[in-house]
């Protein structure tokens, strides 16, 4: 059973930070890139960031130089290490596959973590 367990939000005020952990199982972690998405009331989906399988990091605008995204393919986690955070960085922080392995494109998302920042 494929599963995506996301942990560590909540809330926080302006300025401070936060360490979202995923952990995954069911599925080969190590052979998919992995990503961050969030979604705030409202609003669409969107990018948090994304990691290659061989750690390549890539972030949007909105969070690049906050955000640090890393994984670990022996443990099959994936964090998400967010800095100097603003009220508009609230939202549900789901992790999610990206990508595929050959022909194999999954689509597995955990259920996600509530991040609230006050300002």
């Known amino acids: 059973q494929v599963q995506l367990v996301e942990s560590g939000g909540g809330l926080v005020q302006a300025g401070e930070s936060l360490r979202l952990s995923c952990t995954a199982s069911?599925?080969?972690?190590?052979?998919?890139?992995m990503a961050w998405y969030r979604r705030a009331p409202g609003k669409e989906r969107e990018l948090v960031a994304s990691?290659?399988?061989?750690?390549?990091?890539y972030y949007p605008d909105s969070v690049r130089g906050r955000a640090s995204i890393a994984r670990d393919n022996v443990k099959n986690t994936l964090t998400l290490q967010m800095n100097s955070l603003k009220p508009e960085d609230t939202a549900v922080y789901s992790c999610?596959?990206?990508?595929?392995?050959?022909?194999?494109?999954?689509?597995?998302w955990g259920q996600g973590t509530q991040v609230t920042v006050s300002s």
């Open positions: 999610a596959t990206a990508g595929c392995s050959g022909d194999v494109c999954p689509n597995y």
């Open positions: 069911g599925f080969t972690f190590s052979t998919y890139a």
């Open positions: 990691i290659s399988k061989g750690g390549n990091a």
